[in-house]
C-alpha cells in the first residue's frame, strides 16, 4: 500500500498549480523575459513554465509510482499520483493556452497538447486507473525537458547572443542523442510492454478497450513524431558541420 506522504493543500489541486504555471508564465514574459524581442518572448516564457514543470514531474512521478507496492497498469491511482497528475494537467493548460494565444497557427504542438491532456485527464477525472504507465511515459518524456529547455532558449537567442551560440554548439549533439535514446529506445520498449499487456484483457474491466486503444494512438504517434523531430535535427546538425568543413577547405 502507499505511504501517505501526499502533500495537503486548502485549495483543490488542479486550481493551485494552474494559478502556479499561469503566474509564473506572466513573471517570465513580463519581467524575466521582457527585454527580449516579440519573436522569443513567448516561447522563452513557455520554456520557463516547462522548466517549472518537467523537471519536478520526474521526481514527483517517480516518488509517486514506486511508492505504491500495488503498481501495475491496471492499478488505481493512488492519491499522490493523482496530485501528480493534475500537476501535469495544470501545465499543458497553461501551454496550451500560449500556443492558442500566440502561435494558433501551430497545429501540431495545440493537437499535441490536447491529446496530452485527453490521456491525462481521463486516466485522472474518468476512470481513476492507469496512472502507472501514464506517469512513467510523463517520466521518460520529462527526462530530456531541462537539456531541452536549455536548448530551446539557446536557439533563439544564438544569432544574437555570442553566449547562447556557444551554448547551442556544445549542448547540440549531446542533447540529441540523451533524446534519442529515451525517445527512440526506452519510450517504444515501455510502450510494447504497455500494448502487451492491454491487449491481453487485464485492464478491459477498469480501463475501457476504446480508451486504453486512444490512449495507445496518442502515445505510439507521440514517439513517432518525437522520433522525426529529432531525425530532423540531426540531419540539420550534419549538414551545419559539412558546410563548415567545406569553408575551411
Not at 503498481?71 to 493534475?86: A, C, E, G, P, Y
Not at 500560449?98 to 493537437?111: C, K, N, Q
Not at 549542448?171 to 534519442?180: E, G, R
Amino acid at each position: 500500500m502507499e505511504t501517505e506522504t501526499t502533500l495537503f493543500f486548502p485549495i483543490p489541486n488542479l486550481p493551485l498549480f494552474l494559478s502556479m504555471f499561469l503566474i509564473i508564465y506572466f513573471i517570465a514574459y513580463f519581467i524575466v523575459f521582457r527585454s527580449w524581442s516579440p519573436q522569443t518572448r513567448p516561447e522563452a516564457s513557455s520554456c520557463l513554465i516547462s522548466l517549472f514543470h518537467g523537471t519536478p514531474a520526474v521526481f514527483l512521478s517517480t516518488h509517486a509510482i514506486f511508492s505504491d507496492q500495488s503498481r501495475d497498469f491496471s492499478s488505481s491511482n493512488t492519491k499522490t499520483q493523482s496530485l501528480v497528475l493534475d500537476y501535469a494537467i495544470s501545465y499543458f493548460l497553461t501551454d496550451l493556452l500560449h500556443y492558442i494565444i500566440f502561435y494558433p497557427s501551430d497545429l501540431i504542438f495545440i493537437g499535441h497538447h490536447l491529446a496530452t491532456l485527453f490521456v491525462f485527464i481521463t486516466c485522472r477525472y474518468m476512470v481513476f486507473h492507469g496512472a502507472y504507465a501514464i506517469l512513467f511515459l510523463l517520466i521518460l518524456a520529462e527526462a530530456t525537458s531541462f537539456c531541452q529547455n536549455v536548448w530551446t532558449l539557446a536557439t533563439a537567442r544564438r544569432y544574437d547572443a555570442e553566449f547562447a551560440a556557444k551554448v547551442y554548439a556544445v549542448l547540440s549533439p549531446y542533447f540529441y542523442a540523451f533524446y534519442s535514446v529515451v525517445r527512440g529506445v526506452f519510450g517504444p520498449f515501455f510502450v510494447y510492454r504497455m500494448a502487451v499487456f492491454y491487449i491481453s484483457g487485464k485492464a478491459d474491466n477498469v480501463i475501457p478497450r476504446w480508451l486504453w486503444m486512444s490512449w495507445m494512438f496518442v502515445i505510439v504517434t507521440a514517439i513517432a513524431v518525437s522520433i522525426l523531430w529529432i531525425s530532423n535535427l540531426w540531419t540539420l546538425l550534419f549538414k551545419e558541420k559539412k558546410a563548415k568543413l567545406e569553408k575551411k577547405l
